[in-house]
């Protein structure tokens, strides 16, 4: 199943089904874990309804060098475990929207990135049940503020600044997502990342155990597995799209003033 979050044209905020009818994607209102609870079985064109983050995470856990290709472009080494650094609410934005960033930076990139969404409170989850506990998988895209992460050893400024994370545009359960499932992102159209889940250091499960080993996850609650190589910055004005296999396309356009 692919679930949505979105407002609907009376202004509600609906969870939904995400699903296809003669080659165009419908958007039907239903009841859900995320959003409010909608009744009835209406149907809306996705463009024809405000699209939300499909989730609302308390918090969102990124991983960073978790690929080695990336790792490589970075100049930096491979992490003996999982590099772990938070983005907070604010940060998380919805498909399709322009998004402001802030002023004034000479390098605000792109990164491409497999978001795992958590489906029940955990902590202490084994690699072997982990699986248990994600409700689907999401596309990100981690925005990273360069200015200021370079010289800031916490990234707040740098990671968690508002509009730093959009995601969506909907929740697809894991049956959907190949464990080769194909990662790509283009910048007004040309591929910039092309990679693969397949490549990650640290799998899915392998994440949630170190993660719960420290910190209890909410329902919601979203881990970014980090991107391949090929970051790059955005300019104002520009158009991104992250595309995963068995997910979709989230699209967004930024300002940067």
């Known amino acids: 199943m692919k679930r949505v979050r979105f407002r609907d044209t009376a202004g509600n905020v609906r969870g ?24 009835g079985d209406e149907s809306y064109d996705p463009d024809e ?24 472009e970075m100049d930096s080494d491979l992490p003996d475990r999982p590099m772990l650094f938070l983005k907070a609410p604010n940060a998380v934005a ?11 930076k000479e390098r605000i990139d ?44 916490n990234w707040v400024r740098g990671k968690a600044f508002d509009n730093a994370c959009p995601i969506g545009p909907l929740v697809a359960t894991p049956e959907h997502v190949p464990e080769d499932a194909s990662i ?17 250091i640290f799998s899915v499960p392998e994440l949630i155990a170190e993660i719960t080993s420290y910190m209890t996850l909410e329902p919601g609650d979203v881990i970014a ?11 104002d004005g520009d158009e991104v799209e992250i595309e995963i296999e068995g997910i979709g396309t989230l699209k967004h356009s930024v300002k940067i003033p």
């Not at 994607?25 to 995320?34: C, D, K, M, N």
């Open 49 to 72: 309804v405000d699209i939300l983050p499909p989730c609302e995470p308390t918090k969102v856990v990124c991983i960073g060098r978790n690929y080695a290709d990336h790792a490589e």
């Open 94 to 104: 919805s498909h399709g929207k322009h998004l402001t960033l802030p002023s004034g």
């Open 110 to 153: 792109y990164e491409a990135e497999l978001g795992v969404v958590i489906g029940e409170q955990c902590r202490n989850v084994s690699e072997s049940g982990a699986m248990d506990v994600v409700a689907g998988y999401t596309c990100v895209n981690d925005i990273s503020n360069r200015d200021d992460q370079e010289i800031e050893q």
């Open 225 to 235: 597995t980090g991107t391949p190589e090929g970051v790059g910055p955005m300019e």
């Open 16 to 39: 939904g089904r995400w699903t296809v009818e003669d080659g165009e994607p419908v958007v039907t209102a239903a009841a859900g874990p995320y959003g409010r609870i909608a009744f």
């Open 184 to 200: 790509e992102l283009r910048l007004n159209g040309e591929t910039k990342q092309s990679s693969s889940r397949e490549h990650l």
